[in-house]
């Protein structure tokens, strides 16, 4: 039977959606009393001018489409963002003052390009940046004068492959970048190279293994970094002197999942790591010297980011299934909350959720967060995928999910194969045949929740965005039997077109993922393309796509959506005029109630 919507203005999900949020925060490294964030206080995420002490914010950017990346100088005196056209994520390095004003591009000379990295020495003397084309990523150094001056960007390093990071030591003398030219995969090795020269120092590499970055030594004429390797299986610190060559790995025989670096003190003597395991995130602390490992009593749910800041205090950007994001101050030797330092609107409160796990193909086993509505089960029932495919689900709060618990559903968010902190084999199995261990993901969530007595077997929904919507395309074809309905946004249908449109670094990302270009592997490209299932879809599917997306371009979809018509397929499509998501509260909203009626409509039709 159909859901009955509420739709009235004072509706629970709609003001958790209107309840702003902080979306992201970073504190000047050498003034710490400024910071920026970006929040959709404003109705649109927008960048903002955070004063530290009293958590007030100054709107910076007035984008109509919305502002959701920024970066902030180390002394605090401008704000950089990618100046694009209405989202498509394609245009020009620009800045602004810390107070406010015009905007300045920092490349008018040159053309259009995705801005695939920025990074800053910490002295402030250094910016470097990569702008990814057709002709690869390419690295440009700039000097920084005391006044704000630029000098002309210089190109330092190119590579036509994927770049997965830029790093900058504290005086700007080397970059380290994050470079996939010798795994031919997704699989990261670090390369040093002298900004002076441009020449490479040093590479450090792990064979059938990630080598990947996180943050120098902010010690003076320290050149060492530190970053991870999965050599183990797992992620685990590493701190390589990129001069020198030295390594230094840190085990943690004895600590179970991932451990993953986060930041080092300014002293150099302690590190800040974060252990995750089955997608629970805690946070340590380990004495350099000692080799004492302390863990944090701090408060549960997932972490965005975290850094060590003044007076014996961790920043931490956090939120949970219950409560939205707020950046708080905790005390570095405990993990005890001691204030807060920006949180968003007032909220209606979220539903506490829980992890569980269960048995897929292959003897995997799968990670997911269940939340089910107030009542008796079963439930109809929501399988939400995240993006990614690089990315994972953690307890979080979600006014996508509690619109689904308001009206009734159980909503269960998935950590399907191909996602990150479960290990380097769990991550990397699904490379060359994208999509075939994921839909197995898809079955296994539905076999458990029918077992468990969770789902009304023939009212169980697909729901995903990006890589998420592709898996909900793909799986309506897949495995048309098991599902009442699919809803996508932003999807991907056909990976042939999406080559041909997409912007530079998800190019070579969907070539990092496949082992080759589509003309280069034709079978696989097909087989993990949800337009080659088209013929076995019996489900209704909706999408929500934006028009100006180069992450999902539109043609790909648009030929997905001509061949659907052709075979007389349910297919609802709402194009909306912005790039790879909406930034926008009411459009959200919108989207949201699009959603929920395209629900209520199928299971009308069941009756």
């Not at 930041?263 to 995750?276: A, F, P």
């Not at 003044?310 to 949970?320: L, R, S």
Request: hydrophobic fraction near 40%; proline fraction near 5%; charge should be negative.
């Amino acid at each position: 039977m159909p859901i009955e919507i509420d739709t009235s203005e004072s509706a629970p999900w709609k003001l958790r959606y209107r309840a702003w949020t902080v979306a992201s925060a970073a504190v000047a490294s050498n003034e710490p009393s400024r910071g920026i964030a970006v929040t959709n206080s404003s109705g649109v995420h927008q960048v903002y001018a955070w004063d530290v002490k009293s958590g007030v914010l100054s709107q910076l950017t007035f984008v109509p489409s919305g502002k959701i990346a920024a970066s902030l100088n180390p002394d605090g005196t401008y704000v950089y963002y990618l100046d694009d056209q209405q989202g498509n994520e394609i245009g020009h390095l620009v800045r602004i003052p810390y107070g406010g004003g015009e905007s300045e591009d920092v490349t008018p000379d040159m053309d259009p390009y995705a801005l695939a990295a920025v990074a800053f020495s910490r002295d402030g003397t250094h910016l470097a940046f990569t702008a990814a084309s057709r002709k690869g990523h390419q690295t440009y150094l700039m000097e920084l004068g005391p006044d704000g001056a630029l000098s002309e960007a210089r190109p330092l390093f190119h590579t036509g492959r994927l770049m997965r990071g830029l790093y900058l030591s504290n005086d700007g003398s080397v970059a380290v970048f994050g470079l996939t030219e010798r795994s031919k995969s997704t699989d990261i090795n670090l390369a040093a190279v002298d900004t002076a020269t441009g020449a490479r120092i040093n590479e450090l590499y792990d064979a059938d293994a990630s080598v990947t970055a996180a943050r120098f030594s902010r010690i003076a004429g320290d050149v060492r970094i530190l970053g991870a390797t999965t050599a183990s299986g797992v992620r685990r610190p590493v701190i390589w002197d990129t001069r020198s060559g030295e390594r230094t790995d840190l085990a943690f025989d004895d600590v179970e999942g991932e451990m993953i670096p986060v930041d080092w003190s300014d002293d150099g003597e302690r590190l800040l790591l974060m252990q995750v395991n089955n997608a629970v995130q805690r946070l340590a602390t380990y004495d350099l010297a000692s080799e004492y490992l302390v863990w944090l009593d701090h408060p549960s749910g997932m972490i965005s980011s975290a850094h060590f800041a003044e007076a014996a205090e961790i920043y931490a950007h956090m939120n949970d299934s219950t409560t939205p994001s707020r950046v708080i101050a905790l005390d570095d030797a405990s993990g005890a909350e001691r204030r807060m330092l920006l949180k968003g609107g007032e909220s209606p409160g979220g539903t506490q959720c829980r992890s569980i796990t269960y048995p897929s193909t292959e003897g995997a086993e799968i990670q997911a967060w269940l939340a089910t509505p107030l009542g008796d089960g079963p439930f109809p029932t929501i399988v939400n995928i995240h993006g990614g495919p690089t990315a994972a689900t953690f307890d979080m709060f979600s006014p996508v999910v509690e619109a689904w618990l308001d009206h009734g559903f159980a909503c269960l968010s998935i950590n399907y194969r191909g996602s990150t902190t479960f290990g380097h084999e769990f991550e990397t199995c699904i490379r060359g045949r994208l999509g075939q261990w994921e839909v197995d993901d898809l079955a296994g969530a539905y076999d458990w929740l029918i077992q468990n007595e969770i789902a009304i077997p023939d009212q169980v929904f697909l729901l995903g965005g990006s890589y998420g919507g592709y898996l909900t395309l793909l799986g309506l074809g897949m495995r048309p039997e098991l599902w009442a309905g699919g809803m996508a946004m932003v999807a991907i249908a056909d990976w042939k077109l999406m080559y041909e449109d997409q912007a530079e670094p998800l190019r070579q990302y969907q070539v990092a993922l496949f082992g080759g270009t589509p003309e280069e592997l034709p079978e696989q490209h097909e087989r993990s393309s949800p337009i080659t299932y088209v013929e076995q879809v019996r489900a209704p599917l909706q999408v929500i796509q934006g028009a100006n997306d180069t992450r999902c371009p539109a043609r790909q979809l648009e030929a997905y959506e001509e061949r659907m018509r052709e075979l007389g397929k349910e297919l609802e499509l709402h194009w909306f005029d912005a790039g790879h998501g909406s930034h926008a509260i009411e459009q959200a909203i919108e989207h949201q109630q699009w959603r929920l009626e395209f629900a209520s409509r199928v299971l009308a039709s069941r009756d």
